[in-house]
């Protein structure tokens, strides 16, 4: 499956935006989604992932209830709605996807395929 990741750019302390990822190539609803972000200078870290239904969702604490994620199946897209921005959320974003559900849902190295990284800076 390709994975096409879009929507990142600058945005002040506390503002908003909603990133976009389009699937293709595989069958979507077989997929587990994830995003994966990584900040200047540091390593790719988990952000939040959903099941293949989008009935269930795990977040990393940094970012629970303030990022949604959603996913679309009917449209093989998923979303990453983020508020309350702030700058320790500035990175390069990844979507990624994995098809089986046995490993772990937070684990860079569960995941088969990846997008392009779409960069979220956050200006204070």
């Known amino acids: 499956v390709q994975l096409q990741a879009s929507g990142g750019g600058l945005v002040q302390a506390g503002g908003s935006l909603r990133l976009s990822c389009a699937a293709s190539g595989g069958t979507f609803s077989s997929y587990i989604m994830a995003w994966f972000r990584q900040p200047p200078g540091k390593e790719r870290e988990f952000v939040t992932a959903t099941s293949y239904s989008g009935g269930t969702t795990y977040y990393a604490e940094s970012v629970k209830g303030r990022f949604t994620f959603s996913r679309d199946n009917a449209k093989n897209m998923v979303y990453l709605q983020m508020n309350s921005l702030n700058p320790e959320d500035t990175a390069a974003y990844y979507c990624?996807?994995?098809?089986?559900?046995?490993?772990?849902?937070?684990?860079?190295?569960?995941?088969?395929?990846w997008g392009q990284g779409t960069q979220v800076t956050v200006s204070s």
């Open positions: 990624a996807a994995k098809g089986s559900s046995r490993s772990d849902y937070d684990a860079e190295r569960s995941y088969d395929y």
